[in-house]
């Protein structure tokens, strides 16, 4: 069974940071461009960042650059994000996502190019 299981999410206050894990199993990442999504309450699920088979990161949004890490381990099959500098417009459910489209080269802002997901996981930022 081919699928991507998440962890990391929680409470964090203001200025704190997380790690989120998106590990596959079942399958290689090695041949996937993997992306991150987060969908706050009411809103649609917006593209976080990417990162493609050859480790070359993409980040969607101002508010993002500096804030956010993107990184993969293909030894350990997982990808990361790293956001430092929590604030509380960050809190939303996260979610990783797998494209083998072009071989994972390419990484694609919208949802519909990825075709595995993860389970999501809640990041809250409150004091």
């Known amino acids: 069974q081919l699928q991507l299981v998440q962890s990391g999410g929680g409470l964090v206050q203001p200025g704190g940071s997380l790690r989120l894990s998106c590990v596959a199993s079942g399958f290689t990442l090695d041949y996937f461009a993997i992306g991150w999504f987060r969908q706050a309450p009411g809103k649609e699920r917006e593209g976080v960042s990417c990162i493609n088979t050859s480790s070359s990161p993409t980040y969607y949004g101002d508010s993002l650059k500096g804030r956010f890490t993107i990184s993969r381990d293909s030894a350990k099959n997982t990808v990361y994000l790293e956001i430092n500098s929590l604030k509380p417009e960050d809190t939303a459910v996260y979610y990783c996502?797998?494209?083998?489209?072009?071989?994972?080269?390419?990484?694609?802002?919208?949802?519909?190019?990825?075709?595995?997901w993860g389970q999501g996981t809640q990041v809250t930022v409150s004091s």
């Open positions: 996502a797998a494209t083998p489209r072009s071989l994972g080269t390419v990484c694609y802002e919208h949802l519909d190019p990825y075709d595995y």
